[in-house]
Nanobody, 115 residues
């Protein structure tokens, strides 16, 4: 059974930093495109950042220059370093693993940025 477990969320002041972690079990993340998504209250879930199995990364425009996605295949974990946080970054952040024929989601971790 594949599980993705996020951690590292919390309450932070604007301008602060958080690092989210997503630990996978039941599979190896090296074969997946790993991503972080977020969903704010009343809004649709949106893509934040992805890291492909080949090592390339891509970011939503609203986080470019502030967030960094990285993956440690040896630890079966993907990270999201979030710097210069803004109140509009407040959301539940979800980890995603996808490859042809398979897709998995974590349960989410709350990030709240106060002004």
């Amino acid at each position: 059974q594949v599980q993705l477990v996020e951690s590292g969320g919390g309450l932070v002041q604007a301008g602060g930093s958080l690092r989210l972690s997503c630990a996978a079990s039941g599979t190896i993340i090296s074969i997946y495109r790993m991503g972080w998504y977020r969903q704010a209250p009343g809004k649709q879930r949106e893509l934040v950042a992805v890291a492909t199995s080949g090592g390339s990364t891509n970011y939503a425009d609203f986080v470019k220059g502030r967030f960094t996605i990285s993956r440690d295949n040896a630890k079966n974990t993907v990270y999201l370093q979030m710097n210069s946080l803004k109140p509009e970054d407040t959301a539940v952040y979800y980890c995603n693993a996808i490859r042809i024929g398979s897709e998995y989601w974590g349960q989410g971790t709350q990030v709240t940025v106060s002004s």
